[in-house]
């Protein structure tokens, strides 16, 4: 009888432990959301939208990650030389192209995403949500804000993937994982997808507000980018011969988002050039628009510093094709300028004959740790080369480097503006450039100061440049008008 009464017993308390057990299990988690439990104000939509920053806005990556990055990211191109074999292009396409990671994923031949759709969806879900959840939490600006920021980051990522893999196949909705014929339906053309993307950035300029607090994105952001992604396809449009209505409805649309900065008031050029790259701290800088901060306090670092630092080997570095891009500082090219060993390659002379940019990017003695000889130090400071043979400072070795990354400036959008507005004027029947559009842009960077170093190695800043008396490069193509052709600015 005894048995029984403890089997009983022991059943009974069995019971009230799985009860109790039960109640545990059914806490929501303290460190991570549920879906329907989220989107209750702003704070939850911001903690969301937060969650694309790292991914578009990645500056110099962190610790030893390069993906997005300059000097080790950004390395297949003409202007580089690496020992040994140089990287090819790919004769066909892979079989195999896909990835469903949320991670910073690409490749480095095109410096450009993954057949990947995890972030178009991530978009999707964002504006889904809004639209089915949030918005009655929401006041009408609030939601047409927040909506704005989904419909910016799917237009950033589908300029992405078209840049990259032209024709995509367009989600603007989610998903779901048994809709076997969204899923594996054909690609879109890339004017169809373009489409869509220019609708989003028309959206996103009526309704994003101009100031959400800093380092968020805003209307001037968004304008930057904007700009960058409309001259891109713009002129892809038009060069490839694809659809000159598209070309022309994309370059007007650029010229517009940057002339939203421009006339802004916001921004300007009065820093030097050097300061945009290595400052600890690029806080107020008057010509950044955003920027990705690193603080060691908070274990977020990068490594970008420490490959300019004068000592660690790049493998690829700057050729002969990146020095004779460089303008003298009278404004023409090295064929036709007039500054006394403007003919000279020498890094000494260059230093002194070239564009303020030069001697800020390279440092002023050949160093064997280029396979060049010429070796890249735009992301290292001045102070970082003094350690070349000795110990470096945390700031400027391994992967424990602090200096802030311009995400986004002004110097972009201003060459965005005039060269939107160059293409449409010459082939678009767009408005004549003038004057008083050069010196708004090219010549408001080459009115940038200089720093005391540059001046104390004779460096000069380079002349305006003007309409009667533009470059005329010796090896320009016969059939590229002289304002068309790419130099430095």
């Known amino acids: 009888m005894k048995y029984f009464k403890y089997i009983y017993s022991l059943t009974v308390a069995s019971m009230l432990f799985v009860s109790c057990n039960k109640e545990v299990l059914d806490r929501p988690p303290l460190t991570s959301y549920l879906d329907d439990k989220f989107w209750r104000n702003e704070d939850d939509i911001r903690l969301y939208g937060n969650g694309f920053y790292t991914n578009y806005f990645n500056g110099y990556n962190s610790g030893f990650t390069v993906d997005y990055t300059p000097v080790r990211g950004y390395t297949f191109s003409d202007d580089l030389t690496g020992k040994n ?63 704005a920021i989904a419909r910016f980051f799917r237009g950033y990522e589908y300029s992405r993937l078209v840049s990259v893999f032209g024709d995509v196949p367009y989600y603007d909705k989610v998903i779901s994982e048994t809709d076997l014929p969204a899923l594996y339906k054909d690609r879109d053309s890339r004017g169809v997808v373009m489409d869509k993307v220019y609708d989003d950035f028309k959206y996103v300029l009526a ?31 038009h060069y490839h011969g694809l659809d000159a209505a598209r070309a022309k409805k994309y370059l007007e649309f650029a010229v517009e988002a940057a002339d939203i900065v421009m006339s802004s008031g916001k921004y300007n050029f009065t820093r030097d050039y050097k300061s945009l790259f290595t400052s600890d701290n690029l806080a107020g800088h008057p010509e950044v628009l955003l920027y990705r901060a690193y603080d060691a306090a908070l274990t977020l670092t990068h490594s970008i510093g420490s490959y300019q630092n004068g000592t660690e080997v790049v493998g690829v570095d700057a050729n002969l094709v990146l020095i004779k891009s460089f303008l003298a500082n009278d404004g023409k090219v090295w064929q036709n300028s007039a500054v006394p060993a403007a003919n000279s390659f020498t890094i000494a002379d260059l230093v002194k004959t070239r564009d303020p940019r030069f001697e800020a990017s390279f440092i002023d003695r050949p160093l064997a740790s280029s396979a060049t000889l010429l070796y890249g130090y735009k992301f290292a400071s001045r102070e970082a080369i003094t350690y070349i043979g000795k110990t470096y400072p945390a700031a400027w070795g391994s992967n424990t480097n602090t200096s802030d990354a311009p995400v986004i400036r002004l110097a972009e959008v201003v060459l965005n503006w005039i060269e939107a507005k160059a293409v449409l004027a010459q082939y678009l029947s767009g408005t004549p450039i003038t004057q008083t559009d050069l010196d708004k842009s090219i010549n408001a960077i080459r009115n940038r100061p200089l720093d005391a170093a540059a001046v104390a190695k004779g460096v000069q800043k380079t002349a305006p440049l003007t309409l009667g008396a533009l470059p005329n490069d010796p090896t320009r193509d016969a059939d590229v008008p002289e304002m068309i052709w790419e130099n430095p600015s």
């Open 85 to 147: 074999v140089q990287a090819n292009f790919e004769s066909a396409i892979p079989s195999s192209r896909s990835s469903t990671s949320e991670t910073a994923e690409w490749m480095a031949t095109y410096a450009g995403p993954t057949w990947n759709f995890a972030w178009v969806r991530k978009a999707n879900i964002f504006l889904d949500r809004l639209d089915n959840v949030a918005k009655p939490n929401l006041t009408p600006e609030a939601y047409k804000h927040w909506t």
């Open 207 to 237: 309704n994003i507000r101009e100031n959400d607090g800093a380092q968020f994105v805003n209307k001037y952001v968004a304008a930057a980018f904007i700009s960058r992604f409309m001259l891109f396809e713009g002129t892809y449009q």
